[in-house]
Nanobody
Framework: DVQLQASGGGLVQAGGSLRLSCATS????????IGWLRQVPGKEREGVSC????????YYAEFTEGRFTVSSDNAKSTVYLQMNRLKPQDTAVYYC???????????????WGKGTQVTVSN
């Protein structure tokens, strides 16, 4: 079975950092792209970042403003999202997903994991 498990969320003060992890299993890791998306209750889910592990290509939503860095450990089939200079508006549930392609519409994701809550306080 395809599994993705996001972890590493928590409560942090504005300006702080968190590192999210997405552990995957059940599929050939370097045949897929891995996306990070987030959702606030009552709002649509929005894309954060996408990585193509086989090519080490990375994409970021504009709002990350150089604060977030996505990386992968292909040997561990794990993707990370380092988030620095966090802002209260970054508060959301963060999900990782595996899919066929990265795109600005974020419609290439096929498999989803449970999210991890990130809360940034003032």
């Amino acid at each position: 079975d395809v599994q993705l498990q996001a972890s590493g969320g928590g409560l942090v003060q504005a300006g702080g950092s968190l590192r999210l992890s997405c552990a995957t299993s059940g599929f050939i890791f370097d045949h897929y792209v891995i996306g990070w998306l987030r959702q606030v209750p009552g709002k649509e889910r929005e894309g954060v970042s996408c990585i193509i592990p086989s090519e080490d290509m990375k994409y970021y939503a504009e709002f990350t403003e150089g604060r977030f860095t996505v990386s992968s450990d292909n040997a561990k089939s794990t993707v990370y999202l380092q988030m620095n200079r966090l802002k209260p508006q970054d508060t959301a549930v963060y999900y990782c997903a595996a899919g066929r392609f990265c795109s600005s519409s974020w419609d290439g994701m096929d498999y989803w994991g449970k999210g991890t809550q990130v809360t940034v306080s003032n």
